[in-house]
């Protein structure tokens, strides 16, 4: 067996209990074959291996974000970004688009994303008004960080017909000046609507763009798996994304999730979770209950896709809508004789001692998102009623209770820094310092695993990936610094200096 790559001098957190920390990781083909001490390198190497001299530096399982959303991501990067790190003032948005619209030709869409009102000054949303002072001539689309309330200047109401006479549609509102009835360009709930309906698709030139962004994004960010979570993944979405491996313009794995409405569709053609190969997978069916679920439908379809061998991914942020979804599976087990295929829920976002119990007697995964507690942890601390706040994104009593926890982005919604999860997961600390649930602090060995071997686990692969360890792919990252050693705070200051992916370096810092 030839060796193709060597890693010395390395200081390797293999997250493999057999042998939790090496000096030395060998590769054959694209997989690892051995793990162990630098004495072992002149027996290793070969006339044609390739030796890394890592010089001390701490190498760790490639990450794995296991919920997040391709093609958002694309948007977002051709988008302007107007999160809070950009952005604090309905100025700073104007000036933004002032910008890009000076860049633009005139008549072509302007996206923005991720405004926040909690963290503009002044606390209000931007108008059609304040966008018309610096864009007429672009239709503008900026939309908030929930994707459930967009701002569009004149020009783009008027490209989606929505004028004073426009009726409410249903499950959706547009907001009105009140004196005279026009719209203010504030539209709840019609973002998807305006997107997929009113403006053009994106052009070939720029979904290609987009895609290398993200690319470079995810491979800089040591991101060697991602696990794709869109309800309205579909069959031609999952052969655009087969297309995107085969021309390698996506280096990293991919496992994708079919749409709750679409799975039928993947099963005529023979399709289930587990199908593919180690570039590309189909994963769990992704269910997203409405507002108010109706429980007899989420268990029937909870049981038609489990009997079907449909693993579950369950987008559950509230306590009764994992209620809902839990129950669901209750009714999968009570109804079928296999009675868990590791079905997920997504977020998990209040998880109650009573909710907690029966996600482990169900043997759930959880899928959680650490860098919500960095991002938004000001906000849940001033907005969610003092009785919730104890169940926001735990992560170590469900450990504790033996849970399998995953973390993952849900990016866009923020950004998919596997060590920025790292840090927040350990620190519990938001960016304004705020701690949320210091009692949920988990050690930097548990928060490696929720994005290594647990992230595996979430989507069955963990025999193949998610540690360094003998057998396993060479999907592998070096730090700059070792998590395990530095101060908690100085964890997300911690950067990818080389990123690589069975057996191949794709990336270097
Ligand atoms: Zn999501």
């Given at each position: 067996m030839p060796t193709d790559l060597i890693l010395k001098n390395a200081n390797v957190v293999t997250m493999d209990a057999a042998r939790p920390r090496a000096e030395l990781a060998a590769v054959s083909g694209d997989s690892i074959f051995f793990t162990g001490g630098n004495t072992e390198l002149e027996r290793l190497t070969g006339r044609s291996s390739k030796v890394i001299d890592c010089a001390g530096r701490t190498v760790v399982p490639g990450f794995n974000d296991a919920h997040l959303h391709l093609f958002s991501f694309v948007r977002k990067l051709l988008s302007i970004d107007l999160s809070p790190a950009s952005v604090r003032s309905i100025e700073d948005i104007k000036e933004a688009v002032r910008k890009k619209a000076q860049a633009t030709p005139p008549g072509t869409w302007i996206s923005g994303t991720d405004y926040n009102e909690f963290y503009l000054q002044g606390g209000r949303i931007p108008t059609r008004w304040d966008l018309d002072e610096v864009t007429p001539d672009h239709p503008v689309v900026l939309s908030h960080r929930s994707l459930h309330e967009c701002v569009l200047n004149s020009l783009a109401l008027k490209l989606a017909g929505i004028n004073a006479e426009t009726q409410e549609p249903p499950n959706a509102r547009i907001e009105r000046d009140l004196a005279t009835g026009e719209p203010n360009g504030i539209l709840i709930d019609m973002l998807s609507y305006i997107r997929s309906e009113v403006m053009p698709p994106f052009s070939d030139e720029?979904?290609?763009?987009?895609?290398?962004?993200?690319?470079?994004?995810?491979?800089?960010?040591?991101?060697?798996?991602?696990?794709?979570?869109?309800?309205?993944?579909?069959?031609?979405?999952?052969?655009?994304?087969?297309?995107?491996?085969?021309?390698?313009?996506?280096?990293?794995?991919?496992?994708?999730?079919a749409g709750a409405p679409f799975w039928k569709d993947f099963k005529q053609k023979g399709l289930k979770t587990g199908y593919g190969d180690n570039l590309m997978q189909l994963g769990a069916v992704k269910v997203m209950p409405a507002v108010r679920p109706e429980q007899s439908e989420l268990n029937q379809l909870a049981l038609d896709c489990h009997k079907a061998?449909?693993?579950?991914?369950?987008?559950?942020?509230?306590?009764a809508t994992v209620d809902a979804a839990i129950t669901a599976m209750e009714y999968v087990s009570e109804h079928s004789p296999v009675k868990t295929r590791r079905h997920r829920i997504e977020h998990c976002g209040e998880c109650t001692p009573s909710l907690l119990e029966r996600i482990k007697k169900l043997g759930l995964v959880i899928i959680t998102q650490p860098p919500f507690i960095y991002y938004n942890g000001e906000r849940y601390l001033a907005t969610v009623p003092k009785t919730q706040q104890p169940w926001l994104y735990r992560i170590r009593s469900p450990l504790e209770a033996g849970i399998v926890v995953a973390g993952s982005s849900d990016s866009p919604v923020v950004t998919a820094d596997p060590l920025a999860g790292i840090y927040a997961a350990v620190t519990r600390r938001a960016e304004n310092g705020q701690v949320?649930?210091?009692?949920?602090?988990?050690?930097?060995?548990?928060?490696?695993?929720?994005?290594?071997?647990?992230?595996?686990?979430?989507?069955?692969e963990e025999k193949t990936r998610g540690s360094i360890a003998p057998g396993k792919l060479a999907d592998m990252v070096i730090l700059s610094g070792d998590p395990t050693r530095v101060p908690p705070e100085k964890i997300k200051d911690i950067k990818v200096e080389m990123t690589i992916i069975g057996g191949e370096v794709v990336w270097e810092g």
């Open positions: 720029e979904m290609a763009e987009g895609v290398a962004l993200a690319d470079r994004y995810f491979l800089s960010h040591g991101i060697t798996s991602f696990q794709e979570a869109t309800v309205s993944n579909d069959l031609a979405r999952w052969e655009k994304i087969c297309s995107l491996k085969l021309n390698d313009d996506l280096r990293s794995r991919i496992t994708m999730m061998g449909f693993q579950l991914a369950f987008h559950a942020v509230d306590e949320l649930l210091p009692e949920e602090r988990i050690t930097v060995e548990q928060a490696l695993a929720l994005y290594t071997v647990n992230a595996a686990y979430s989507s069955f």
